[in-house]
């Protein structure tokens, strides 16, 4: 069983990347084979919309480092993406990923979509309600894609009050919701 994360923040000592890195070893301890991607070290372009997937069974046009990670989809068990709250949205490294699904999207069976396990994990300043409250709602709209074409949503988590690096690892209650990730992902 496979379970691979995405790390879309930049920072090195990303609370988001932290939660990732504790619901993979989780995971790990539960036998899962795992795999971290940081999107900022990698090379990976933008969808070109140029629709040669549409054509081609899902293979993409693009000669970047998402071919990897599109081979390593295809078995994979689940997925986990970790991505900072910015400007109240994902970030633009997380976006980027996920408009690259358009592939994915258009051969699902081509990458053994049905039933795939899928969860996001994201960190944000703010604490107060009206401050992610919305957040929370953009989250669930974007996640509402990878629903709509077969995946298994587990976890939707938006950690909190996270302005400094690292500062999670002060919180037991976010290692926590980060630990239970881990073990749901691979039930
Ligand atoms: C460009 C930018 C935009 C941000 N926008 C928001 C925001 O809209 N709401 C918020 O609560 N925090 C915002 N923040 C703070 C980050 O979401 C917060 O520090 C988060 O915990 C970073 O996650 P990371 O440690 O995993 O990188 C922003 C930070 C940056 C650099």
Do not use: W
Not at 84 to 89: A, D, E, K, L, Q
């Amino acid at each position: 069983m496979k379970i691979i994360g995405i790390n879309t923040s930049p920072r090195e000592n990303s609370n988001s990347k932290i939660a990732l890195e504790k619901a993979l070893d989780t995971a790990e301890s539960k036998g899962a084979d795992v795999k971290i991607f940081d999107l900022n070290n990698m090379n990976i372009k933008t969808c070109q919309a140029c629709d040669y997937c549409v054509e081609h069974k899902g293979e993409c046009s693009l000669d970047d480092d998402m071919q990897e990670i599109y081979n390593e989809i295809k078995d994979a068990y689940g997925i986990i993406i970790a991505t900072p709250i910015y400007m109240g949205n994902v970030s633009s490294l997380a976006k980027i990923f996920i408009d690259r699904f358009y592939a994915v999207m258009n051969s699902l069976d081509t990458y053994n979509v049905h039933g795939k396990k899928f969860s996001v994990i994201a960190s944000q300043a703010a604490v107060d309600p009206p401050m992610y409250e919305y957040i929370k709602h953009n989250l669930e709209t974007t996640v509402d894609i990878f629903r709509g074409i077969g995946f298994d949503v587990e976890d939707v988590e938006l950690l909190i009050g996270n302005a400094k690096e690292a500062i999670i690892n002060t919180k037991e209650d976010q290692i926590n919701k980060a630990i239970m990730i881990g073990n749901k992902i691979v039930r």
